[in-house]
């Protein structure tokens, strides 16, 4: 592939519409100090992801897809550099303290549901707001519901509600804290198509309507064609990107990552 060394990242940002940034992050598993060796899951990663944008990053098994999910929402520390939510260096923040930090500032949603079947979808919603002791916004929390469609099965419970129904209240619950930014693992692929296309439409609605910055990881080209920009990693690097990406596009990127 050609430039594989050109540079990555979008158009400088300024302070204030930065939401993600990472500046030469490395992970390295299994190392020894003064000794070495270990896996390196992320080499010396460096992007800045602004704010309102929706962001896809793919690769193949191995890539280092999950570590960088888990250094950039602050569910992991980096080996060396650091990570930027807004104006916070979480690298730098003791456990406990990034651990406040994502429950008040990074909204999650994963393959797996994870919601509590004895609570209804408004109490599921809000429940990041209870366990930091703060009261929900009555006026906010009817936008969210409305904005996911879940307007009207507020006190439904769990169990009452189909699988991309289910995924809108993890959505909402992870906006109703209004993040920094929100990350989303393979969020599709429990779902239906039918299911997978509301749910990811949501997800970019949610970044254009809600100036939220959403960042996805994904195997599924499909599904990487709905965001602004897919990067694609290898080898624990960055090698790649495209804007307003097809899926055609995307898949036939991916079947030359190992050419990098």
Known sequence: MKNRHAVLNPPAPTATTAAVRLEGVSKVYGKVYGKGGGVTAL??????LPRSTFT??????????????????????????????????????????????RRDHVGFVF???????????????????????RTADKNYL?????????????????????GGQQQRVAIARALITRP???????????LDSRS???????????????????????HDPVAASYADRVLFLADGKLVGHIDRPTPAQVAERMTHLGDW
């Open 180 to 190: 920094d930014a929100l990350f989303a693992d393979e969020p599709t692929g429990a």
């Open 111 to 133: 393959q797996a549901y994870n919601l509590l079947g004895a609570l209804t979808v408004q109490q599921n919603v809000t429940l990041p707001l209870l366990l930091a002791g």
């Open 196 to 218: 997978a296309k509301q749910v990811l439409e949501l997800l970019r609605h949610t970044a254009a309507e809600f100036d939220q910055t959403v960042v996805m990881v994904t």
């Open 43 to 48: 080499d010396n990663v460096s992007l800045t």
């Open 56 to 101: 896809a990053v793919m690769g193949p098994s191995g890539s280092g897809k999950s570590t960088f999910l888990h250094c950039a929402a602050g569910l992991d520390s980096p080996t060396s550099g650091s990570t930027w939510l807004g104006g916070t260096d979480i690298s730098r923040l003791k456990p406990k303290a990034r651990s406040i930090f």
């Open 142 to 162: 009817t936008f969210v519901l409305e904005a996911v469609g879940l307007g009207a099965l507020r006190n439904r419970a769990p169990a009452e509600l189909s």
